[in-house]
């Protein structure tokens, strides 16, 4: 406080901020320091004639400063480190920090199981001299670079088969500060040597193995309404805006139309390094490092001027002596906190991470700090798994602190869209090689279960009406299951059973789980028994009277204890809790084709439900507003449902409608279930996709261990009534009379 603007300038990092794509985020400010500036000899790349390359900065501070108390775990990067993002749409979260010193970008795998087995999986060129900020694109993987030693954007896949690497470096002409990436992947650099703001627009080819600089068409620098002094970029995707900051003012610029463009200045006294969106309230919340404050803004009636609600100073105590500096700063959004970096100039340094607790209006409040984190500049958040990585650039390491609550990424966020599955040869020849292992595997020992319950189905019968008292006309249980009252009534029982797939139910997410499981069972079971009951009355005029199957309720709940006992994610799930019955006699061929008219149906719906799935598809750590999350349940338990239930439903086995399709057409049947099976390996159990090349293999050995089980309950049916009937043969005679 009280520092001229100047020695401020010479106590900060300087310009550079980066977006998570997806969300419209930035990890942190820039990295460079704006005090004596070391030209780092023995390296020359040519650029274009207006960029004026900016030199690598060391301090003098020392790079041997102990761990502090307060942190999980510290992990060396790079020489000089600086901005930091992380991949949260891709399951494996690796996060990326440019190392200005050694030119290249370190990839830490952000979400070991544990702190300390965080490590530098891969160091990647930058493309170029001097690498700063880093910015996502969320949808392909794609990090984007900004060199300002040479003017160029490194473009790495982060997603590439055999870990990430550079693909392509793209001179843009000015001295690049600050990246962001939009929601339609055009990606927005600002610039100095000339001051402006310039959008790169990838093409088809960007994607591709061999893509190179002409696959990344740069516009000219825009200049209009753009002061000198610009340090960095903040992308609200919700109202399509750019935010820029700098001196003593945010400009806010509109993404409607070919180009951004200025539409409102907001006065900010001081010098902003860092900026958040609070994507619960849609607060921007940003730190001054000449006043050594935290501002929070929103947008105003017009939805384009920013207001400042309240300003509160960076940490506890701030004096001349103590040079907070405060440059980064990150959300928590499910803790509803803030984390505050600091860039201690004394010495020793005095640096810490201060946290502000957030009020229901957006206020801050201090809630604690740690001590001893120096020289730290750029943050980014892991919702996974709750980790903050802090950079801390005089020492050159990252260090990671257990701050936010984890979100386990669940079915919701990893089942791939139909757009992001793997089409390459090797994937789809193991998925269909895995399919029609399934089908010998299941289909073998079929057979032999088959003839052992025809040959004692009346026994079984038999034991199961005096167990279950199920028997007679007069039967309570009978009466209720072939009523409307009765199907209502087993549904909402399936649905309770099927929501403890839900990992938080009953203690949390209770009317989002139940009512998912709920709207999944009605539209599946319809979609696979109305086709029946419409051909019937076609043929026959007569409508069906809907039977519950009593049976289905303990198949729900085997399907929950071995999801609950096997951790699989997805669980399973049947699906299909009843039927229709008539009085009209129908043939083997009637009932053929009304299981495969209902069989299409299920399929349809289910691949219906992945499609409209993708706009309600959940971004990692944002909260999802109840109704848009109960969409995105019901169509991605329908989907799942479908699936499952054609996989389950379409084994050959006497009581299911396998064994009825297939005895009508083998060759209806085979077709169906393969489809059926094959949705469910290579996009419920193994789904190579966009996101996650090597997914885990334990829904596949979940599925093995289930068809091994599966095997066996044949095998040991079939072994307990050929006992029986041994036993019986060498019995004596009963006495005659």
């Known amino acids: 406080m009280g520092r001229s603007l100047a020695a401020a300038r010479r106590s900060v990092p300087a310009r550079g901020l980066v977006t998570s794509a997806r969300r419209g985020v930035p990890a942190g400010a820039a990295l460079v320091l704006a005090l004596a500036f070391l030209l780092v000899p023995g390296r020359s790349t040519a650029v274009a004639a207006s960029c004026v390359p900016t030199a690598i900065t060391r301090s003098g501070f020392s790079s041997t400063l102990p761990v502090s108390a307060g942190v999980n775990a510290a992990v060396p990067v790079g020489d000089l480190p600086g901005q930091i993002a992380i991949d949260t749409a891709d399951v494996r979260g690796y996060a990326y920090v440019a190392a200005s010193g050694d030119n290249t970008v370190s990839v830490l795998d952000a979400r070991s199981p544990d702190d300390a087995g965080i490590k530098v999986i891969a160091t990647v060129p930058s493309g170029g001299q001097l690498p700063q900020a880093i910015a996502i694109d969320e949808q392909t993987g794609r990090v984007y670079v900004t060199n300002a030693g040479t003017c160029t954007i ?27 990436v939009g929601p339609d992947g055009r990606i927005f650099v600002l610039g100095a040597n000339p001051d402006g703001l310039l959008v790169i627009t990838p093409d088809a080819g960007a994607g591709s193995a061999s893509a190179g600089p002409a696959d990344f068409q740069v516009s000219a620098p825009i200049t209009a309404g753009l002061p000198p002094n610009r340090r960095g970029l903040l992308l ?49 919340y940003v730190t001054d490092n000449l006043f050594d404050t935290v501002s929070t803004l929103r947008l105003g009636p017009d939805g384009r001027t920013l207001q400042v609600i309240a300003t509160v100073p960076s940490a506890a105590l701030i004096d001349p002596g103590k040079n907070v500096n405060p440059v980064g700063l990150v959300v928590l959004p499910l803790r509803r ?75 919701a966020y990893v089942l791939p869209g139909p757009f992001d599955l793997s089409l390459t040869p090797a994937d789809v020849a193991r998925n269909l090689g895995l399919t029609l292992l399934v089908i010998l595997l299941v289909g073998a020992p079929t057979p032999l279960f088959n003839s052992t319950l025809e040959a004692n189905e009346e026994e079984i019968r038999r034991w199961l009406r005096r167990r279950f008292h199920t028997g007679g006309r007069a039967s309570p249980l009978s009466r209720l299951r072939n009523r409307w009252s009765g199907f209502a009534i087993y549904v909402v029982v399936a649905a309770l059973l099927y929501a403890f797939l839900d990992r938080k139910f009953p203690f949390d997410n209770q009317v989002v789980a139940f009512g998912a499981a709920l709207i999944t069972l009605l539209v599946a079971t319809f979609a696979s028994i109305l086709p029946g009951d419409r051909y019937v009355l076609a043929r026959y005029h007569e409508h069906g009277v809907p039977r519950a199957a009593l049976w289905t309720l303990g198949m729900a709940t085997v399907c929950v204890l071995v999801t609950r006992l096997t951790g699989a994610e997805p669980g399973y799930v049947y699906g299909i809790i009843g039927a229709f019955t008539f009085t ?56 799942v449902g479908s699936v499952q239930g054609l996989v389950f439903g379409l084994v050959p086995l006497r009581f299911l409608t396998g064994a009825t399709l297939r005895a009508w057409s083998i060759r209806r049947w085979l077709l169906l279930w393969a489809i059926g099976i094959g949705l469910f390996v290579g996009v419920v159990l193994y789904p190579v996709s966009s996101y996650e090349p090597n997914p885990s293999a334990t829904g596949l050995l979940t599925m093995a261990i289930t068809v091994v089980v599966y095997g066996l309950i044949a095998i040991i049916f079939w072994a307990f009534f050929r006992r029986r009937a041994r036993r019986a043969a060498l019995a004596p005679p009963p006495p005659p009379g």
């Open 236 to 284: 609200d995707a919700k109202a399509n805006l750019l935010i820029v900051d700098g001196d003593n003012e945010l400009e806010t610029m509109t993404l409607a139309g070919p180009s951004p463009r200025v539409v409102a200045t907001t006065p900010l006294a001081g010098i902003c390094l860092g900026m958040d969106l609070d994507p619960t309230s849609g607060l921007l």
């Open 337 to 411: 906190e803030i984390v505050v970096t600091s860039y201690s100039t004394a010495t020793p340094p005095t640096a810490e991470l201060t946290i502000f607790t957030i009020d229901p209006a957006g206020a801050l409040t201090i809630a604690q700090t740690i001590q001893g984190v120096d020289h730290s500049v750029t943050t980014a958040l892991d919702p996974v798994t709750g980790r903050v990585f802090v950079v801390e650039q005089v020492v050159s390491r990252v260090s990671v602190l257990d701050l936010e609550i984890p979100t386990p990424l669940d079915l």
């Open 154 to 180: 490194g473009v790495i896949d982060g997603r590439a088969h055999g870990g990430p690497r550079l693909i392509a470096s793209v001179p843009v002409g000015l001295t690049p500060d600050a990246i962001a």
């Open 584 to 639: 009209a006699a129908l043939t083997v061929a009637d009932h053929g084709r009304m299981a495969f008219r209902g069989g299409l149906a299920l399929l349809a719906a289910g691949i219906a439900a992945w499609f409209l799935r993708v706009p309600f598809e959940p971004a990692v750590g944002q909260p999802q507003e109840a109704g848009v999350q109960l969409v995105n349940k019901v169509l991605e338990g329908l989907f």
